[in-house]
């Protein structure tokens, strides 16, 4: 299977502050990576497929890049209601596997 | 619009088996491969296996190889997943998830399943 790993852990951050998020995979899977987005007690949301197409509905403030192994989620100026965590996934190979998540939260 | 409803919250004995529905409208059931993701709680994601609706072929995680089950009914535009050997880490909600254009924009509500004795 392949390994995914997100870095931070965790971030604490504030409104209007860029945000970055990365993520890793064991194996190249070239574009094949996805972002979601979750908030407590709701199914995760898509925001990113393919590494950098925006999902339709998303805020143009998220935003994807890479490919091969590292990938990046950025938020250009975060607002209230992105606090959440958020997670990567390969759609690469099956299974299809996530990172460990990142929580955001207020600083 | 795409709709993926699931069956209600389960409480389960270790041991037993435990069958989840998800039930699908808005879309052409058999263009689209179904996907099931578990988290625990306050725990991470888990992508269990998916199911091709078409043809009804599966792919499992092999976590899960020899006690999961996928299935579909295209009659009623409804994919299931069954547990079996239920134990008490298998306590967590599990979603199904449509996928499209390699990703999942589209979930199910989510179903609860508690393993206690």
């Known amino acids: 299977d392949i390994q995914m790993t997100q870095s931070p852990s965790s971030l604490s951050a504030s409104v209007g502050d860029r945000v970055t998020i990365t993520c890793r995979a064991s194996q190249s899977i070239s574009n094949y990576l996805n972002w979601y987005q979750q908030k407590p007690g709701k199914a995760p949301k898509l925001l990113i497929y393919v590494a950098s197409s925006l999902q339709s509905g998303v805020p143009s403030r998220f935003s994807g890049s890479g490919s091969g192994t590292d990938f990046t989620l950025t938020i250009s100026s975060l607002q209230p209601e992105d606090f959440a965590t958020y997670y990567c996934q390969q759609s690469y190979s099956t299974p299809r596997t996530f990172g460990q998540g990142t929580k955001l939260e207020i600083k | 619009q795409v709709q993926l409803v699931q069956s209600g919250a389960e409480v389960k004995k270790p041991g037993a088996s435990v069958k989840v529905s998800c039930k ?89 399943v508690t393993v206690s004795s």
């Open chain 2, 24 to 112: 699908a409208s808005g879309y052409t059931f058999t263009s689209y491969y179904m996907h099931w993701v578990r988290q625990a709680p306050g725990q991470g994601l888990e992508c269990m296996g998916i199911i091709n609706p078409s043809g009804g072929s599966t792919s499992y995680a092999q976590k899960f190889q020899g006690r999961v089950t996928m299935t579909r009914d295209t009659s009623t535009s409804t994919v299931y997943m069954e547990l079996s050997s239920l134990r008490s880490e298998d306590t967590a909600v599990y979603y199904c998830a449509r996928e499209y254009r390699s990703g999942y924009p589209d979930w199910g509500q989510g179903t609860l």
